[in-house]
């Protein structure tokens, strides 16, 4: 088992940045491959980023790339979505999610662990 905390969310402005981190305790994640959704109300969970267990692959959705960036240290037992541009349509519940296999790195269904969410609410 391993245990994922989200925090970081909070309401900004169209146009600041975020920094939101996901801290695991239990096992550590250096196995596991991470993954970062969002979810807004009425909606489906969508695929935001993930990356690999060695931190050396990242992925990202059409829509937040070049603006997020995600980031592990496993020493830390860390996983970081650094969000910049943000705007009103990224509104939304941030969670972090883990896999120790190989998923569909896009597809929620695939991660068995996930965070309780954190809230992040882009003004115009």
């Known amino acids: 088992q391993v245990q994922l905390v989200e925090s970081g969310g909070g309401l900004v402005q169209a146009g600041d940045s975020l920094r939101l981190s996901c801290a695991a305790s239990g096992r550590g994640l250096r196995s596991y491959f991470m993954g970062w959704f969002r979810q807004a109300p009425g909606k489906e969970r969508e695929f935001i980023a993930a990356?690999?267990?060695?931190?050396?692959?990242?992925y990202y959705a059409n829509s937040v790339k070049g603006r997020f960036a995600i980031s592990r240290d496993n020493a830390k037992n860390t996983v970081l979505l650094t969000m910049n541009s943000l705007k009103p349509e990224d509104t939304a519940v941030y969670y972090c999610a883990a896999t120790r296999d190989y998923p569909g790195y896009d597809d929620h269904s695939r991660y068995q662990y996930w965070g309780q969410g954190t809230q992040v609410t882009v003004s115009s």
């Open positions: 990356i690999s267990q060695s931190g050396g692959t990242p």
